[in-house]
């Protein structure tokens, strides 16, 4: 695919992001941090929808984690793994078997640790000499962190290369993205985030805004249909440097959802994996109450592999959550302490191919001449080399 020129018509706003969008707009809330956004695009214009969606999620003041939402609790604004005393269990055996080949003492770094739940079910199960360490930029989350007396960092920027184990659930989904769109004759325009007739917030073609994403685009053989929409990600790439910096030797693991490109730009997602969650609902308009709901696109794996091995990461193999979590010896979990019959649910919601199981998956690297990563056994593995570039 190419730009789209100065000279290309662009297709007229008739495709579903944008009915959808007039159909919202009298729904919406008019939070603080959208007059904030209105404000800034009549005196500057467009914004690339990253910066929206960065602003949306990280804002100093008003962004969604920037206000320590209550993630990874039963209250909190959507379900996840990280809410289940079964999964913090499944997590330590994984870095108990890590140890097991790395040596001790180890450090384990979390990604995001929301309310701090997760790292303390974790390392209530971690029997081995470890350092815990939660990165987390949200200063509101950061102290709910402490509160629980887990140790935080804002940036990684302190932290020196050491033996490390690093575990990031539903992460790398919350990077901001662009949006583009197909045009006809194999062209490609990028959307914006801009103010329509009524001064509410809607998204506009353009050409695109940076020369990496026709790269990324190019690389990755991705064709998009005409009036076809799609997330592109640009923020892995200094997300895995900053990681790779501080991991001298060890393991780096995802647990989110995403897929192979060829899969997540397929025209089956013509309108894109873009979501939004407001108490504990999905809504699909990004401009429903910016700042006080959640955004998240499925995660390009294809574009998270290539990354990493040009940073001299090995891909250490990818499977389903549920499989991962099986390999790791969760049902052990069910014979902790009391009240098996409720384990025994917790480890089926996760491990079961019509629930979390299925939903989430395992993707994991590894520094070089390291074995396979924990959990990860042949048989419960992905065939890897149908995700290799055509």
Known sequence: ????????????????????????????????LARIVKDQIRSQGPMTFRDFMSAALFHETHGFYTKAPAIGSSVGPFDTSAKFSAFGFGVAQAITQAAQVMGDPLRVLELGGGTGQLGVCLTSFLTIPHDYVVLETSSGLRAKQAEKGLKTVETLKGLQPTATVVFGNEVIDALPVYRVMGLANEEVCELFVELDENGELCEQPGELSTPELHQRIHQEHIHLGRGQIAEVCLEIRPFLQELARVVNTGYIIFVDYGDKASNIYSYRHRNGTLRSYYQQQQIHDPFFAVGQQDMTADVDFTAVISEAAALGLELAGWTSQGAWLTNLGIQNYVGTGHDSVSKQREVD???GEASLGSAFDVLMFKTPGLPDGPGLQPAGGRDLSKFHQA
Request: hydrophobic share 30%.
């Open 349 to 351: 919601l996760l491990t």
């Open 1 to 32: 695919m190419s730009y789209v020129s100065s000279g290309i018509t662009t297709p007229e706003k008739t495709g579903p992001s944008f009915l959808a969008q007039e159909k919202t707009t009298v729904n919406r809330i008019n939070t603080e």
